[in-house]
Each structure stands twice: as structure tokens, then as C-alpha cells.
């Protein structure tokens, strides 16, 4: 079993609908990461988190740490959007432990 | 500019040849990483270093060398290519454990 699981693999949605990608770990970790890939491109970091919530435009990150759970929530979702989503912990140590990814589509 | 970057974006090698990736940040972060990006896997950490002159393994470092002489640089070598080495790499930086992360924008290897 992966120490890291995201769930779904796949996410299709239209243009404007609320979108949430869920990550779970089984570690304990010092804190949570979640990334963004569009195609063909490099990775770009969104959320650096270890409690709570933190919020940047359209993007919600919480974590419960009592559950081992993140979710990443796209409000207002758009094609730009559309890219694979990593999520990735960190233990006591400066290596991450990486998800699969969820690739999320946004038609218009 | 100031980032990190990486060499080549697309490089086609032959098996049996080395070759050597290159990675550049002008952060001057303490951390640098590499990891390889295969389908149904999530980044694998090849190697890792937390300052010049300092290197360790990660999960898959088989058939791989790294250096760090100077912090601004950590180039990946590949000794032999093999196919199984055809991937996407990526390095990263990182400040420290309290820090997030930079990543490159990747090196697509095919070895042929």
C-alpha cells in the first residue's frame, strides 16, 4: 500500500463547478505539500501546510492531521485548471513522499 | 534570472552512453533533490544533497551518480543508460524542512 494515496485518479468537470481532491497518508508528518503539474510543464508548489486551512484565490487546502486527510478544493473551476494535482508529505526530514496525482480536466 | 533551471529539456541518448543532466538554482537553498516522474508512480527520490560536498541515496539511486562542489549546482549523471532510465527528471531546492520547495522544469530522457 502506497503511504500516499489521492483519490480520484481522474477528475472531469465543467467550467464554474466546485472541484475537491483528496489525499491520504498513512506517516506521521511534519507537513503537507500540494503541487500542481500542467502538461508538459514543470511543477509548481501550491500549499505548504501542517494544520488548519490555507486559502489563495480559487484554491482551499485543509488538513486534518488527527484523520491523516488533505483536501484540495477549486472553487469556480476554469480550463486553465486543468492540470495533474501531487500531493506530497513530509516527515521529520527535508524529503517528500509523493501521491500519484489526480489529473483534472475543465471543459468550457 | 534568478529560479532554478535545468539541462537539456529533451534529451535522446543511446544505451550505453552517459549523460549527464544538469541542475542550477541561484537561491543558494542548502537542499537540493532529484527525482524521476514514470507513469503510475508518483516522483521517485533518485539522490539528495543538503549542502556542498554532502550527498545520500534516495528510494531508486541504481545506476546513477551525483555531485555537489558548489551549492549552486547538482548535476545527475547517468554511468551506462539503460531503457528502463527513459523518464522525466526533475530537480528541486529547498531551503529546509520549514521551507517549500522549488522544482525545475524537467528533463525528458529517452534512451533508445
Known amino acids: 500500500k502506497n503511504e500516499v494515496e489521492q483519490s480520484p485518479q481522474n477528475l472531469t468537470a465543467q467550467e464554474g463547478e466546485f472541484i475537491t481532491i483528496n489525499c491520504s497518508y498513512s506517516v506521521g508528518i511534519s507537513a503537507l505539500h500540494w503541487l500542481q503539474q500542467h502538461p508538459g510543464g514543470g511543477i509548481v508548489s501550491l500549499f505548504m501546510?501542517?494544520?488548519g486551512k490555507k486559502k489563495h484565490g480559487r484554491l482551499i487546502a485543509t488538513i486534518n492531521i488527527q484523520e491523516k486527510h488533505s483536501s484540495l478544493h477549486i472553487t469556480a473551476s476554469h480550463p486553465r485548471d486543468s492540470a495533474v494535482y501531487i500531493c506530497?508529505?513530509?516527515?521529520?526530514?527535508?524529503?517528500?513522499?509523493f501521491g500519484t496525482g489526480t489529473r483534472l480536466q475543465v471543459f468550457p | 534570472d534568478a529560479g532554478i533551471t535545468q539541462s537539456p529539456r529533451y534529451k535522446i541518448t543511446e544505451t550505453g552512453r552517459q549523460v549527464t543532466l544538469m541542475c542550477h538554482q541561484t537561491w543558494s537553498h542548502s537542499y537540493m533533490f532529484w527525482y524521476r516522474q514514470d507513469l503510475g508512480h508518483g516522483l521517485r527520490l533518485i539522490y539528495y544533497?543538503?549542502?556542498?560536498?554532502?550527498?545520500d541515496k534516495g528510494e531508486v539511486p541504481d545506476g546513477y551518480v551525483v555531485s555537489r562542489s558548489k551549492t549552486e549546482n547538482f548535476p545527475l549523471t547517468l554511468e551506462s543508460a539503460t531503457r528502463s532510465q527513459t523518464s522525466v527528471y526533475f530537480c528541486?531546492?529547498?531551503?529546509?524542512?520549514?521551507?517549500?520547495?522549488?522544482f525545475g522544469s524537467g528533463t525528458r530522457l529517452t534512451v533508445v
Open positions: 544533497s543538503a549542502a556542498a560536498d554532502i550527498t
Open positions: 528541486a531546492s529547498s531551503e529546509g524542512a520549514s521551507y517549500g520547495y522549488t
Open positions: 506530497a508529505v513530509q516527515q521529520n526530514t527535508d524529503k517528500l513522499i
Open positions: 501546510l501542517s494544520s
